[in-house]
């Protein structure tokens, strides 16, 4: 709704369309997340099966990898800040929450960033939530003790460059020196998948996980036509973070997936 419009509204009016609209970003942001992570994967399965392609291989998981970290960053939150509100959330949809204007800044930002953050020009004037942040930044969101993710993206981003890495598997060295042989694309995935498995594996798991969750969680609030049918199944109930969206809506009294 353009603002002019909306500020002629009633408070309660101003509430339902307020919060309708940020649970409409979100779906958006859940549903476009998917495709755009099952895209990169698709890529990487190709590049490593049917038309063998080390580099491009390299270039959809670095790709991959990538998506999962901006996901992380600006989404993780987003479930459990809905499920925080949810009491006054669905007085909102119902057109019962008069009085003063309830809104999250918090999702707002989340939401925001996610859709719309780009690198901005130096002379360009765009609010803070359409600047994207430094990819390192993203990258440390999905870095892990157990899972170095960071060690990955350094190996991946030499081979995209390039930089040395991106050669080097071209070539052996023979009683002449330096040679370059036939390209062996599938032994140079194996090598680097079963370096990396683990992290791969976590990146992966990240990204599908707030998808999934965030689906759920709006499932759980009255508006059907932002229901997905297909993630009602998937039992995520051994993630700490589903026990907390739980109680959460628990103190509300909104029936959450076991």
């Known amino acids: ?37 099952l895209r990169w994967f698709d890529a990487c399965v190709v590049h490593s099966t049917t038309q063998p392609n080390y580099l491009a291989f390299c270039a959809a998981l670095r790709g991959l990898l990538e998506s999962a970290a901006d ?9 459990i800040t809905i499920a925080s509100s949810a009491g006054n959330i669905l007085k909102a949809l119902d057109g019962k929450l008069d009085g003063s204007f309830f809104i999250s800044t918090e999702l707002e930002n989340c939401l925001i960033h996610f859709h719309h953050a780009r690198k901005v020009g130096k002379e360009e004037d765009a609010p ?3 600047r994207a942040e430094t990819a390192a930044k993203y990258v440390s969101a999905l870095d892990h003790s157990q899972y170095p993710v960071k060690a990955l993206y350094s190996e991946l981003c030499q081979v995209v460059h390039p930089a040395e890495p991106s050669l080097h598997w071209l070539s052996h060295v023979s009683e002449n020196g330096w040679e370059v042989g036939a390209q062996d694309d599938i032994g140079s995935i194996h090598k680097l998948v079963d370096r990396y498995k683990e992290s791969i594996s976590w990146i992966q798991q990240n990204s599908g996980n707030i998808t999934i969750l ?3 969680v709006l499932n759980s609030l009255p508006r059907k ?23 959460e809506f628990g103190r509300h009294g909104v029936q959450w997936p076991s």
């Open 1 to 37: 709704m353009e603002i002019e419009q909306f500020e002629t509204l009633l408070p309660s009016k101003m509430n339902q369309v307020y919060w309708e609209e940020i649970l409409y970003r979100a779906h958006w942001a859940a549903v476009a997340n998917s495709i755009r992570h």
């Open 71 to 79: 996901t992380k960053h600006s989404l993780e939150a987003v479930p």
């Open 128 to 130: 803070p939530t359409h």
């Open 214 to 216: 965030l689906c759920q």
């Open 225 to 247: 036509q932002l229901h997905i049918e297909s993630v009602k199944p998937w039992n995520m109930s051994e993630l700490p973070v589903h026990r907390k969206i739980k109680n």
